[in-house]
């Protein structure tokens, strides 16, 4: 079977059981949801446009730009309630930002909502660890924490458009665009120069933690430490430590989302084929009292990783010779029964490439030449 599946259905496939076996099930959703609910929630979203329509009862409906808004909405039965684990590979759909048609991503992922603490972030981070390892070998999973980065940005005392921009420059990791905002903005330098600072640091947790916490300067920033020193301590006793790095520039909408977020990487892909985090303040702004963490998988991504071609279209090319077709049958359910996959096509094999060639002799598949 895992021979004739293309790789990211393998993939799909490996997922599935990997959130399966940690107690997550399995969720599906409409294609479809009211508009209203994108509308108010534009900045969530990572990018493109909203693909609208009217239904037959005059809704505005949108077809679906994110999965994780959709459960966010949708589930949850309250603090006391138990913690839902979910997770899904559905397809999502957006207008690029060119406007010039538009985009079907497919996306694979889970989502925990409930009470969120230090064993359920170190266990959503070893999945996400885990799903990377699904994907590709040399795979870097990095780690952030909003609490560290907005207690840095804080302490500039921007608000508005300087904040957003400020937080535009360290998500490209440009320390002069950094320092550029902040001494347009009048911010103090020092502090400017202290989140410039971090911007360059980079590499193994267990090397750079200590690190942020001899730098922490605020309770918030202490505190975002020992939440990221918990989530490590998680990681390495699941055994997936190695290929987790600190990288303080990874930014999300602090409308959305507070404390751990992370990006995932794999050998060949042009960006992060993973990323998700803690979003308790998207469950606040849906007017949901749970906490939440979770991931996405852009699958999209990985048909651009390429993979090695099939070396045969068919294990047996069999060339009819007036046979009934029930005698072709009989002989291909022979083949088959035996593990082969078969392919029956009348007049040889040009531009085929099969393992061996037959035809029909008194009946019965005899062959005639082998590939392999």
């Known amino acids: 079977m895992e021979s004739i599946l293309r790789r990211e259905e393998r993939i799909v496939f490996g997922l599935r059981a990997l959130y399966s076996k940690y107690g997550y099930r399995p969720y599906r959703m409409s294609k479809f949801e009211e508009y209203d609910l994108y509308a108010g929630n ?4 990572p990018s493109g446009g909203v693909i609208t329509f009217t239904d037959t009862n005059g809704r505005l409906m949108a077809l679906k730009p994110d999965v994780t808004l959709s459960i966010a909405k949708n589930l949850g039965g309250g603090p006391e309630a138990a913690p839902e684990k979910l997770y899904y590979d559905e397809s999502v759909y ?4 060119s406007g010039l048609g538009f985009q079907e991503i497919t996306q694979a992922g889970l989502e925990y909502l409930g009470r969120v603490d230090g064993y359920v972030m170190g266990e959503v981070a070893m999945l996400a660890a885990r799903s990377l390892e699904e994907i590709s070998e040399g795979w870097v999973l990095d780690l952030s924490h909003m609490g560290y980065l907005t207690g840095l940005v ?5 608000s508005g458009p300087e904040r957003a921009e400020l937080l535009r420059a360290v998500g490209s990791r440009s320390v002069q665009a950094v320092l550029a905002v902040c001494s347009s903005a009048g911010a103090p330098m020092s502090a400017a120069e202290r989140l410039a600072s971090l911007l360059e640091l980079y590499g193994p ?3 750079l ?3 942020l916490r001899a730098g922490a300067a605020t309770a918030a920033e202490l505190a975002a430490v020992e939440e990221l020193e918990g989530t490590a301590r998680v990681l390495e006793s699941f055994g997936c430590l190695g290929g987790v790095n600190i990288d303080l520039s990874i930014t999300c909408d602090t409308e959305y989302y507070n404390g751990l977020v992370f990006k995932g990487y794999v050998p060949g892909a042009p960006s992060a084929v993973l990323s998700g985090g803690r979003y ?17 998988v852009y699958l999209n991504l990985l048909e651009r990783l390429g993979g090695p071609e099939p070396e045969y279209d068919a294990d047996v090319l069999l060339i009819p010779d007036g046979e009934t077709p029930e005698q072709l049958a009989g002989a291909v359910r022979e083949l ?6 078969v392919r029956v096509q009348p007049g040889g094999c040009s531009g085929l490439r099969c393992r061996a060639v037959m035809k029909m002799l008194d009946g019965r598949p005899v062959e005639l030449e082998r590939n392999d």
């Open 42 to 45: 534009r900045s969530f979203l």
């Open 94 to 97: 957006r207008a690029p930002d």
């Open 154 to 158: 804080d302490e500039l005392g921007l």
């Open 205 to 207: 947790a267990q090397e």
């Open 209 to 211: 933690l200590p690190r």
């Open 280 to 296: 308790d303040s998207l469950m606040r702004k849906l007017g949901k009292e749970e906490q939440a963490i979770g991931f996405a």
């Open 336 to 341: 088959t029964d035996s593990g082969r996959s």
